[in-house]
T-cell receptor, first 118, second 110 residues
Framework: NAGVTQTPKFQVLKTGQSMTLQCAQD?????MSWYRQDPGMGLRLIHY???????DQGEVPNGYNVSRSTTEDFPLRLLSAAPSQTSVYFC?????????????????FGNGTRLTVT | DAKTTQPNSMESNEEEPVHLPCNHS???????IHWYRQLPSQGPEYVIH???SNVNNRMASLAIAEDRKSSTLILHRATLRDAAVYYC???????????FGTGTRLQVFP
C-alpha cells in the first residue's frame, strides 16, 4: 500500500524555470491538497481539490497552478519559479463525502518535495 | 475560521508523561479537534481527533475541556521517537480547508 507518493524528492530550479511537482495516491480519496512549509514554519495550504475537475485556492495560491483530471493524481505547477518559492512541498489526501471532509478520516501526507530556486 | 494557539516548544524526559496544550476559544459546536505530528524530514501524520469526549488510541490520549475551548494531547510515556512538531487543528463542518498553525516542537531528552 503506497499511500501518497510525491516525486521528485529534491529539485533545484533557476529563477524563471517551470516545473511540475507530482502527487499520486492509491486510496481512492476524493480530497487532495498541496501545502508548503518554509524553514521553521508550519504548513500553509496552497490549493486543494474535492474531486476530479474541481479545484480551489488555499491560503497562498499565487504562483501555483493545479488541475485534477483523475482521482489519483493532483499535480502542482510552478509556471515561473521565484526564490520565494524555495520550500518543502507536501501533498495530502483524505476521504470526502457529501460535500465535506469526513470527520473521522485523517489526512494522509506524502514525504515531501524539497525545492530550491536559485 | 476558528484558530488554535499552542506553545512554541516544550521539553520532556524520556518515559515521562507529556501534556501538550491547545487553546481554541472560538471553536464552534461542529468543529472537530484533530492532532497531527511531524517527525523530522517527514510529512505530518495523524495522531488523534475528538469532538466532545476524551479519546484514547494506541498513540496518545486527547482530553477535551468541558467548554471545548481547550484540549490537551497526552503522551503517556515519551520516547525519543516522539520528538516532533505537534499540530492542533480544528476541522470545521463548513470548510474543506484544513489550516495548520505553527505547532509545538517537543524535545525529548534521554
Amino acid at each position: 500500500n503506497a499511500g501518497v507518493t510525491q516525486t521528485p524528492k529534491f529539485q533545484v530550479l533557476k529563477t524563471g524555470q517551470s516545473m511540475t511537482l507530482q502527487c499520486a495516491q492509491d486510496m481512492n480519496h476524493e480530497y487532495m491538497s498541496w501545502y508548503r512549509q518554509d524553514p521553521g514554519m508550519g504548513l500553509r495550504l496552497i490549493h486543494y481539490s474535492v474531486g476530479a475537475g474541481i479545484t480551489d485556492q488555499g491560503e497562498v495560491p499565487n504562483g501555483y497552478n493545479v488541475s485534477r483530471s483523475t482521482t489519483e493524481d493532483f499535480p502542482l505547477r510552478l509556471l515561473s519559479a521565484a526564490p520565494s518559492q524555495t520550500s518543502v512541498y507536501f501533498c495530502a489526501s483524505g476521504a470526502y463525502r457529501a460535500g465535506n471532509l469526513v470527520y473521522n478520516s485523517p489526512l494522509h501526507f506524502g514525504n515531501g518535495t524539497r525545492l530550491t530556486v536559485t | 475560521d476558528a484558530k488554535t494557539t499552542q506553545p512554541n516548544s516544550m521539553e520532556s524526559n524520556e518515559e515521562e508523561p507529556v501534556h501538550l496544550p491547545c487553546n481554541h476559544s472560538t471553536i464552534s459546536g461542529t468543529d472537530y479537534i484533530h492532532w497531527y505530528r511531524q517527525l523530522p524530514s517527514q510529512g505530518p501524520e495523524y495522531v488523534i481527533h475528538g469532538l466532545t469526549s476524551n479519546v484514547n488510541n494506541r498513540m496518545a490520549s486527547l482530553a477535551i475541556a468541558e467548554d471545548r475551548k481547550s484540549s490537551t494531547l497526552i503522551l503517556h510515556r515519551a520516547t525519543l521517537r516522539d520528538a516532533a512538531v505537534y499540530y492542533c487543528i480544528l476541522k470545521s463542518y463548513n470548510t474543506d480547508k484544513l489550516i495548520f498553525g505553527t505547532g509545538t516542537r517537543l524535545q525529548v531528552f534521554p
